[in-house]
């Protein structure tokens, strides 16, 4: 999990860079009007949209344009409709890669996400080849120079986290998706700062990368996947050492 958790990690970094672009306002407010429109515009009784909220306030959405994107969502307002779809596929190395896509044209999304494969070394496959080795989970991130591991442990598993491992400079805490908020939450109370919290899809199994010129070509792909305007995620299992991650990201 190294390579994943310390990717996810970077990715989030670079993307204060794209709030400044209003690229992550947008996959944020795409995320709430569709979890609005499936499941209803009560953040209570509709954990998809308490968790696109928790994570649109940490990145200090105005709370108006949060609930206009409710709005949107649930037709009080009018808005695009968006139509969520995934591509799966294999980038180089081997490394399995599920992207989530969320588009109001989807002809548009499916050649944007061929061609991004295409010209990253990588290929789509059929859907269901790669969406098995994936399980949503929620994932908090800390910094092990700047925390207590002892602690990390006790306050996760008494907030009844699923799992906490080590991760050469960082501690991983995950979650199930129904108790990501509490498993959060029981952190925030005590004021101890993680350097993500977020949705994910956790891999079940890893492929290692030790070759930097693929880690290379390998995180282009993923890069260039979460620069299109349609993706909202992009997941991988590959497991690069850090000193190779490093040095390519």
Same mark, same amino acid.
């Given at each position: 999990?190294?390579?994943?958790?310390?990717?996810?990690?970077?990715?989030?970094?670079?993307?204060?860079?794209?709030? %400044?672009?209003? %690229?992550?306002?947008?996959?944020?407010?795409?995320? *709430?009007?569709?979890?609005?429109?499936?499941?209803?515009?009560?953040?209570?009784?509709?954990?998809r949209l308490r968790a696109?909220?928790?994570?649109?306030?940490?990145?200090?959405?105005?709370?108006?344009?949060?609930?206009?994107?409710?709005?949107?969502?649930?037709?009080?307002?009018?808005?695009?409709? &968006?139509?969520?779809?995934? &591509?799966?596929?294999?980038?180089?190395?081997?490394?399995?890669?599920?992207?989530?896509?969320?588009?109001?044209?989807?002809?548009? #999304?499916?050649?944007?996400?061929?061609?991004?494969?295409?010209?990253?070394?990588?290929?789509?496959?059929?859907?269901?080849?790669?969406?098995?080795?994936?399980?949503?989970?929620?994932? *908090?991130?800390?910094?092990?120079?700047?925390?207590?591991?002892?602690?990390?442990?006790?306050?996760?598993?008494? #907030?009844?986290?699923?799992?906490? %491992?080590?991760?050469?400079?960082?501690?991983?805490?995950?979650?199930?998706?129904?108790?990501?908020?509490?498993?959060?939450?029981?952190?925030?109370?005590?004021?101890?700062? &993680?350097?993500?919290?977020?949705?994910?899809?956790?891999?079940?199994?890893?492929?290692? *990368?030790?070759?930097?010129?693929?880690?290379?070509?390998?995180?282009?792909?993923?890069?260039?996947?979460?620069?299109?305007?349609?993706?909202?995620?992009?997941?991988?299992?590959?497991? *690069?050492?850090?000193?190779?991650?490093?040095?390519?990201?």
């Open positions: 999990m190294s390579g994943h958790s310390k990717w996810s990690t970077i990715r989030h970094k670079k993307g204060a860079a794209d709030a %400044k672009r209003g %690229k992550i306002f947008t996959k944020l407010i795409k995320e *709430i009007m569709v979890s609005a429109r499936m499941g209803g515009g009560d953040p209570n009784g509709n954990p696109a909220i928790t994570a649109a306030r940490a990145e200090n959405m105005p709370k108006d344009n949060i609930e206009r994107a409710i709005k949107k969502g649930t037709g009080e307002l009018e808005g695009a409709a &968006y139509e969520e779809v995934s &591509y799966e596929g294999y980038g180089p190395g081997g490394v399995a890669i599920l992207v989530d896509v969320m588009t109001d044209n989807r002809n548009r #999304a499916a050649s944007d996400i061929r061609h991004i494969f295409s010209r990253n070394g990588g290929s789509l496959g059929e859907a269901g080849c790669v969406s098995w080795m994936f399980s949503k989970r929620g994932s *908090i991130v800390f910094n092990r120079d700047q925390v207590s591991e002892e602690e990390i442990m006790e306050i996760a598993l008494e #907030a009844g986290a699923e799992d906490v %491992k080590d991760q050469e400079d960082q501690i991983e805490v995950t979650t199930s998706l129904e108790d990501f908020s509490k498993v959060k939450n029981a952190f925030d109370e005590k004021s101890i700062a &993680y350097e993500l919290a977020e949705i994910t899809m956790v891999p079940q199994t890893m492929v290692p *990368i030790e070759d930097e010129k693929v880690a290379q070509q390998l995180l282009r792909l993923m890069e260039a996947l979460e620069d299109s305007d349609d993706v909202q995620n992009a997941y991988a299992n590959f497991d *690069i050492p850090e000193s190779i991650l490093n040095a390519v990201a």
